[in-house]
């Protein structure tokens, strides 16, 4: 039957408009439990036989009442987390004498009062878990008040989280009143110092998995600051005596003998390196993980007693660690997971003398993680000692060629070598893979690397498609160097690299020489006809600027001549332009360099505008003339010029003997094959000189 309340809400949803599952919570019965989840509803019509109970996600205020001191006789687990509670009343879970787990997570306005409220009169009960992470407020910083474990102390207490609560401090106490029944203790993403209270763990004798992670930061998921590394730095360089930091020494020295499981992750520390610390001689200690610590130097080594060493899991993932000192991991013999993730270890590995031992001390190592460690080269010899490894996770790297021995590996079942830029896998290893494979199932990751298909590489190819090992490709991969997928290149080269490729080999030769005398036949032709090329292509600038002769000019000419000469002979020069522009009879209009050519146009232009504008060309050789590259310019201009327009435009005089030998090549052709003149030495050859001047430009 149904009570006025729960009628009134039923009335209430219908007029509302709302389904009844909104409005009641959702029931499951089984053998042992009745399951009820409340999520955004009401509790009020909770059965009274409910054993777990779920109430979570109520965004609004929700009322404590609706779920403290009901009458719920079999009530063994309890979560009331992600809700908006701010109040717990003292003693609100007291009467539920079978209560054995207890969530009041994520409600970050109850505050250390109400957590008080909540663990008053647990020892009633029969608790055994409780969870009270991030219940305190985000934006003070509160002591742990010892008067909330002494509430714990007579219990049966074995699971308390307290984790992303702000703590800071602890009151003396704190640790030392908590039940000898727990086991696992949370308090990790608080903003703990370390003092002397955290001697008080020692006490905790039962206390099997401690998590003391992400402390001075206020919340998991906040990026933690990472300490710069010089990848540069000789790594070589290392001293024990840079390695200062107690840290850890003083953490392995507090965990009580009992711990098997240490979780110290992004555990801030003055210094950047892993010194040599020892672990008492007691410890049950199994896993380890000091990951995300920016530890970037491992001295050690870590020190174990051989009675009581039983390390089997190290996580020294996300450190940036660039150097292990030799011995680090000598100890650890019993140690078969080791963590190596995301650190900066390829420099390191790069030396082959110091990485060759690196692993030196793991006999029993099972499974060793070096994803994405910029690793580019393995030493040959790393894995000497380990000769019971099972598992080899060193992808997401830059490995461009196997080089790693693994013919000793008897028990190995995985190779994770993705991402990296393998295009092949040595036949000394291939050979190792099929002798380890023939008892057992064996595993070769190779999703995304560069295997190329090629001829060179099919014996590689082969063994992929027919070995008993499992290779490990992506679906429709392509390999380097044949469009399409791996299968299809693979059968194509079985049928190509058959072939006798001999004639197509003397073709290729044949091609390649044909080709390279071809391009020496028009490099020759280039080179001879260079100037050509030259005057052609500023002929055709000038065409696309429009240029047309000078309206007026004797044949369309802008001048009578162009006047080539260096300027050691310009005295002799000046005196003909003289005698040539001052003849009233013939009055000569001559272009000169230093007089003529137009400021800021490049030399070159100027020079073949000239040449080209002049129906006759000057040329005063002398010894001072063959030294200027300019005047030489000028001269070869004015022979492409005569060639190209078909008449004849130099009229060379020479100026001093010059032996044939001095004369360039081009000069000396022109020399046998055209006439010239003599300079004149008496002012009577000088004015007959004079004559034949204004004769031949007319």
Not at 212 to 230: G, V
Not at 319 to 324: M, V
Not at 558 to 567: E, H
Request: charged share 20%.
């Amino acid at each position: 039957m149904l009570g006025l309340t729960d009628v009134f809400l039923c009335v209430c949803c219908l007029f509302a408009n709302i389904t009844i599952t909104s409005c009641f919570c959702n029931v499951t019965y089984n053998s042992t439990d009745v399951i009820v989840k409340c999520d955004n509803a009401n509790t009020s019509n909770v059965p009274k036989n409910v054993t777990i109970l779920f109430c979570n996600n109520n965004k609004d205020d929700c009322n404590a009442r609706l779920f403290c001191n009901r009458d719920f006789k079999k009530l063994r687990f309890i979560d009331i987390s992600k809700n908006s509670l701010q109040y717990l009343p003292q003693g609100c879970f007291s009467s539920f004498v079978d209560l054995e787990h207890l969530i009041i997570s994520n409600n970050q306005q109850l505050g250390f009062d109400n957590m008080y409220n909540a663990f008053h009169g647990l020892n009633k009960t029969k608790i055994k878990q409780i969870h009270a992470s991030n219940v305190n407020q985000v934006t003070v910083i509160y002591p742990y008040p010892r008067n909330i474990s002494t509430l714990l102390t007579n219990t049966s207490l074995k699971t308390f989280h307290l984790a992303y609560n702000e703590i800071q401090t602890l009151e003396s106490g704190s640790f030392y009143l908590l039940p000898m029944t727990l086991q696992d203790l949370s308090i990790r993403g608080n903003r703990f110092e370390w003092n002397p209270v955290f001697l008080e763990i020692a006490s905790l004798k039962s206390l099997q998995k401690l998590d003391i992670s992400y402390q001075c930061s206020t919340r998991r998921y906040r990026q933690r600051t990472r300490r710069h590394i010089d990848l540069e730095r000789n790594i070589t360089n290392q001293t024990k005596e840079d390695c200062k930091d107690k840290t850890l020494g003083d953490l392995f020295r507090v965990v009580p003998p009992s711990l098997t499981t240490l979780i110290a992750t992004g555990l801030i520390s003055e210094y950047s390196c892993i010194p040599r610390f020892g672990i008492s001689r007691q410890s049950k200690l199994e896993y380890i993980d000091i990951s995300q610590a920016g530890y970037n130097t491992w001295i050690g080594p870590i020190d174990v007693h051989p009675v009581f060493n039983n390390i089997r899991e190290l996580d020294l993932s996300n450190n940036q660690c660039h150097f292990i000192e030799t011995g680090f991991f000598r100890n650890l013999t019993h140690l078969t997971t080791l963590n190596l993730n995301y650190n900066v270890l390829g420099p390191f590995m790069s030396f082959t003398k110091i990485s060759a031992s690196v692993f030196h001390g793991l006999k029993s190592l099972k499974c060793l993680w070096m994803t994405n460690n910029f690793i580019k080269h393995l030493d040959k010899n790393m894995l000497k000692d380990n000769i019971y490894l099972e598992e080899l996770h060193i992808n997401k790297n830059e490995i461009e060629s196997w080089t790693l021995d693994i013919s000793h590996l008897k028990y190995l079942t995985l190779i994770d070598c993705s991402r990296n830029k393998l295009t092949t896998l040595p036949k000394s290893v291939r050979d190792s893979l099929d002798a380890i494979s023939k008892n057992k199932t064996v595993m070769v990751n190779l999703k995304y690397n560069k295997i190329i298909c090629t001829c060179k590489n099919l014996n590689f190819l082969d063994w992929m498609f027919k070995t008993r090992v499992r290779v490990i490709l992506p679906e429709g991969f392509q390999c380097v160097g044949f469009k399409g997928n791996i299968s299809y290149g693979y059968n194509y080269l079985k049928k190509e690299c058959g072939k006798d490729n001999s004639v197509k080999e003397w073709l290729y030769l044949v091609q390649t020489i044909c080709l390279l005398f071809i391009l020496c036949v028009i490099a020759l032709v280039v080179y001879k006809k260079r100037w050509t090329l030259i005057y052609r292509w500023y002929m055709f600038r000038l065409k696309r600027k429009r240029y047309t002769p000078i309206g007026g000019c004797a044949g369309g000419y802008q001048f009578d001549a162009f006047l080539s000469f260096a300027d050691e002979d310009r005295p002799f020069v000046d005196r003909v332009i003289d005698e040539l522009e001052g003849n009233p009879e013939v009055k000569l209009n001559v272009c000169v360099h230093f007089r003529d050519f137009i400021p800021g146009k490049s030399i070159s232009r100027n020079i073949v505008t000239s040449i080209h504008s002049s129906k006759k060309t000057i040329v005063f050789m002398s010894r001072a003339y063959l030294k200027s590259d300019w005047c030489k310019y000028e001269l070869r201009m004015a022979i492409t010029e005569e060639s190209h327009m078909n008449r004849e435009v130099v009229i060379m005089t020479v100026l001093e003997d010059i032996p044939h030998k001095e004369l360039s090549l081009d000069v000396l052709q022109y020399y046998k094959k055209n006439s010239y003149i003599i300079k004149p030495n008496t002012e009577e050859e000088l004015k007959l000189y004079l004559k034949v001047l204004e004769k031949l430009v007319n």
